[in-house]
């Protein structure tokens, strides 16, 4: 279960008064804006890791009591899991390997 002290969204206060009132600036990007650099990205990725330099860490939840994340139902456990702190990777929820799979 989630705790409400976790969310601090004001929405009656206007997302660009919150910022100015903090000195604070909230920037992104699109990626079609970039995807002319995706090509030469993934190659450079794929050097990284045939390299050994860039190291993947999936995480099924293994080590947490509710893991490993299998199925539909699981994906609120990994959500939780993800709020702990404790994962070591990108954590997965296998929808394909589990008992209630209808793919």
């Known amino acids: 279960q989630y705790q409400e002290s976790s969310f601090h969204v004001k929405p009656t ?3 660009q ?3 100015l009132s903090k ?3 909230l920037r992104g990007f699109l990626l079609p ?3 002319r650099d995706i ?3 993934i190659s450079n990725l794929a050097e990284l890791y045939i390299s050994g330099k860039l190291k993947v860490a999936v995480d099924f939840g293994q080590t947490d ?3 490993p994340f299998k199925g539909i139902t699981s994906i609120v456990d990994g959500v939780e899991y993800l709020y702990s702190k404790k994962s070591t ?3 997965v929820v ?3 390997n589990s008992d209630e799979s209808k793919l």
Do not use: T, V
């Open 13 to 15: 206060i206007p997302i």
């Open 17 to 19: 008064q919150i910022l």
């Open 23 to 25: 000195s604070a600036s």
């Open 33 to 35: 804006h970039y995807r």
């Open 39 to 41: 090509p030469k990205s």
């Open 65 to 67: 009591s509710k893991g």
């Open 89 to 91: 990777g990108k954590i």
């Open 94 to 96: 296998d929808l394909w």
